[in-house]
């Protein structure tokens, strides 16, 4: 099992730059296919990037393409989400999410992840 800890969020200006973290707990990280979500105040919660557990694949929603940058740190059993070029659109919060690659590969057509943060809030304002 695998505890996951958001942190990085916060109020920022539109076009700034935020980084996320996401500390997990627990020696199978490294084997984990990781994500990032988030939900906006009266939205459905919605899929923003992924990574494989070696790092070496990502997805992104193509509302994030080219702006955000998934990445991983498996010495630090951490994963990033550096995001750039902010808009007011991506105000919500924000989750890490992930589970066993076996079971959800990075190329799964639905990230069904059993493991779950807490959320950070990002604010962007115009």
């Known amino acids: 099992q695998v505890q996951l800890v958001e942190s990085g969020g916060g109020l920022v200006q539109a076009g700034g730059s935020l980084r996320l973290s996401c500390a997990a707990s627990?020696?199978?990280?490294?084997?984990?296919?990781m994500g990032w979500f988030r939900q906006a105040p009266g939205k459905e919660r919605e899929f923003v990037a992924a990574?494989?557990?070696?790092?070496?694949?990502?997805k992104y929603a193509g509302s994030v393409k080219g702006r955000f940058t998934i990445s991983r740190d498996n010495a630090k059993n951490t994963v990033y989400l550096q995001m750039n070029s902010l808009k007011p659109d991506d105000t919500a919060v924000y989750y890490c999410?992930?589970?066993?690659?076996?079971?959800?590969?990075?190329?799964?057509?639905?990230?069904?992840?059993?493991?779950w943060g807490q959320g950070t809030q990002v604010t962007v304002s115009s």
């Open positions: 990574i494989n557990w070696s790092g070496g694949t990502t």
């Open positions: 999410a992930g589970d066993q690659s076996e079971r959800v590969p990075i190329f799964a057509l639905r990230y069904d992840f059993n493991y």
């Open positions: 627990g020696r199978t990280f490294s084997t984990y296919t």
